[in-house]
């Protein structure tokens, strides 16, 4: 099992960056697949990004390719999610999940380890 905690959420203005961190607990967190998610109010929780055990396979939703960055440091149980380019519509709550399997899935479902979220709010 791996707790997540979910830190670098804050209030920004439309079209800045922020930097958020997942730290994990537990000595396998190499055998992890991990997914950063969102859920806005209102609205079912997306899959943001996603990221294979050895950070060589990533996803992003189409929302925001080219935007986001997803990378992990294994040495230091840390999975990151890099947001440039803020928008209001990027404003939610994030949430850090992880699946014991070495790949990443799309399904929410599939992730049964979560952090406690994390805010960001975006304003224009």
């Known amino acids: 099992q791996v707790q997540l905690v979910e830190s670098g959420g804050g209030l920004v203005q439309a079209g800045d960056s922020l930097r958020l961190s997942c730290a994990a607990s537990?000595?396998?967190?190499?055998?992890?697949?991990m997914g950063w998610f969102r859920q806005a109010p209102g609205k079912e929780r997306e899959l943001v990004a996603a990221?294979?055990?050895?950070?060589?396979?990533?996803y992003y939703s189409d929302s925001v390719k080219g935007r986001f960055t997803i990378s992990r440091d294994n040495a230091k149980n840390e999975v990151y999610l890099q947001m440039n380019s803020l928008t209001p519509e990027d404003t939610a709550v994030y949430y850090c999940?992880?699946?014991?399997?070495?790949?990443?899935?799309?399904?929410?479902?599939?992730?049964?380890?979560w952090g406690q979220g994390t805010q960001v709010t975006v304003s224009s």
């Open positions: 999940a992880s699946r014991r399997s070495y790949y990443y899935h799309l399904d929410v479902g599939e992730y049964p380890y």
């Open positions: 537990g000595r396998t967190f190499s055998a992890y697949a």
């Open positions: 990221i294979s055990w050895s950070g060589s396979g990533t």
